[in-house]
């Protein structure tokens, strides 16, 4: 498990700023693919009782559909559990020092992406649509020194807050390192 | 005429397959999430509702008369006869 007080790789007096994680609009389509799997087999109970009434009167079509119905559930239970672990090991840590990037494709493939913050040189925020305008939630681009690639927050909410707070922090951070660079070379001519 | 007995085999394999593959999913999940509470929350509500299922379809399968057989031409008429 990873513990926001100890980041894999992190230095003594690192702290965590932000942990985010998509909207929980990401989560609407689980929620009704869920409503789907309950209402598929009660509907299936009631369309077969109703087209052949008898149906259920044979134990023995009755354990078959019982079986068939369990092992409908317990798959799409399941289906629906790996989606939201998809959701919920997607995340994005800001800490005074640097943003980790944690992206969990399907079961078994994870990307582990860092930025120290002093390397950031421009951070967009983007909010498109009625929808991520009405309930504040949108991209962050980040971008960084030398690299054309951007770094990139997915649906997350507050996007424009984060955004200053991401910048606010860089610059802090370029501060910190300018004033022990200067030390440094103090110290070293003196 | 098919025993139904095939079909209780046929369902524990796949319950095999099922809880190898749940098994998995909670390692993944337990092991690569931030310590949190929903990350507990979601798993126990997971597992819970899993075990739920199989006790209330074992339950009823332990009622079942497995000396019965599926007539596969006679599936939508008639009651099934002990084999």
């Known amino acids: 498990m990873i513990d926001l007080q100890h980041l894999p790789g992190s230095t003594p007096d690192e702290k965590t700023v932000a942990l985010l994680r998509r909207h929980w609009t990401s989560l609407v389509s689980l ?4 409503i789907f799997i309950l209402i598929l087999p009660v509907g299936t109970f009631f369309a077969v009782g109703y087209a052949v009434p008898e149906f259920f009167d044979d134990p023995v079509r009755t354990t078959l559909f019982v079986l068939g119905l369990s092992t409908f559930f317990l ?3 399941l ?3 790996q989606h939201y672990i998809d ?3 997607d995340l994005w840590i800001v800490t005074d020092n640097r943003i980790l990037n944690i992206e969990q494709h399907g079961l078994f493939a994870r990307t582990v992406a860092e930025l120290r913050l002093h390397r950031i040189q421009d951070v967009t925020a983007e909010v498109h649509g009625f929808l991520h305008t009405m309930l504040d939630y949108g991209n962050v681009y980040i971008q960084t020194a030398g690299e054309t690639q951007r770094f990139q927050f997915e649906d997350i909410p507050h996007p424009n807050q984060i955004a200053k707070l991401v910048l606010d922090l860089a610059e802090k951070n370029r501060q ?11 110290n070293g001519s003196g | 005429m098919i025993p139904l007995s095939i079909f209780l085999i046929a369902w524990l394999i796949l319950l095999g397959i099922y809880v190898l593959l749940a098994l998995v999913s909670m390692t993944q999940m337990i092991r690569f999430s931030v310590a949190s509470s929903m990350t507990y929350f979601s798993t ?3 597992l819970l509702v899993a075990i739920l299922v199989i006790s209330v379809t074992g339950i009823y399968l332990m009622t079942v008369d497995w000396t019965l057989g599926l007539d596969m031409g006679n ?5 099934s006869i002990p084999l």
């Open chain 1, 79 to 81: 289906f629906l559990y």
């Open chain 1, 87 to 89: 959701y919920h090991l």
């Open chain 2, 75 to 79: 599936i939508f008429q008639g009651p």
């Open chain 1, 75 to 77: 798959y799409a239970w």
């Open chain 1, 176 to 186: 910190e390192e300018l004033g022990e660079a200067v030390e440094e070379f103090q």
């Open chain 1, 31 to 34: 929620g009704i693919s869920f």
């Open chain 2, 44 to 46: 126990g509500v997971f």
